[in-house]
């Protein structure tokens, strides 16, 4: 079921039209009781749709608002939408469903690959869960699990929501660490429909195919896009080392320097309490 609801532009007074229909009839299906609803507000697509499922609500549904006032990146990092001036400026969404796959690792990477491939091809992945283009931030990917009702225990499947928040067009950079990129900068015709359009499709196929076969048949791709492979990187304790590529868990490979400018160990990062840096 497709559920639009949409909010008004301050500045044209025009609503944006929402693909929503179309991505129901794509979706459903493969998923019979997916629905598409899109909000004129929320405090955060990942978090509704946890609290939805935290209440027994634990059907697919992709979940747009056109504005969130409490948007949430990685480590916590918020992430408001009023940032832009008008409705549409970010896309921020949320796909929420119970998932189980054998293993969780490198999930991040086969979600942010899905949608560098439907975009563009100067789309690269900055491990472990953003897009960059030309050294500046386009696409942020939170992803988020609860517990479903009455399952629990290791290997139980939960549910899961995966939050994207992309830059559509140029958006303010007061008090940004990372300067941002915007959609429009590689693709001018391309606004917030159009890229939900774009992504979403793929997104489900991407979840499904994890999902049964793991990261490994979306390594070689990563790969190709890994904006840290070859470079010097600098990790939040200090350490500094080059990429070197991941593991097969999705793990980040880097080479530390040793004493004296030699080589050191070769380490695999899988936490996501660390912060990668690549070095200027």
Known sequence: MADVSPALSAASARPLHWPAEDLWQAIAPIWPDFSVEILPEVDSSNSELLRRARAGRTEPTLLLAEYQSAGRGRQGKSWDSRRGVQPGATLMFSLGLPYQPADWSGLSLAVGLAVAQALHPAIHIKWPNDLWVDGRK?????????????????GAARYAVVGIGINIVRRDDTGLSVPPACVQELLPDLDAPAVLGRVVPPLVQTLRRF??????????????????????????????????????????????????????????????????????
């Open 211 to 280: 999902e049964a076969e793991g990261f490994e048949p979306f390594r070689a791709g990563f790969t190709q896009r890994d904006l840290l492979l070859g470079r010097t990187i600098r990790l939040s304790d200090g350490r500094e080392g080059l990429g070197v590529g991941i593991g097969a868990d999705g793990g980040l490979l880097v080479q530390l320097a040793g004493p004296d400018g030699g080589t050191g160990e070769q380490i695999s990062v899988t936490s996501a309490d660390i912060s990668v840096r690549p070095v200027a």
């Open 138 to 154: 386009l696409v942020g990917i939170l992803i988020e699990t609860t517990s479903l009702p009455g399952r629990s225990g290791p």
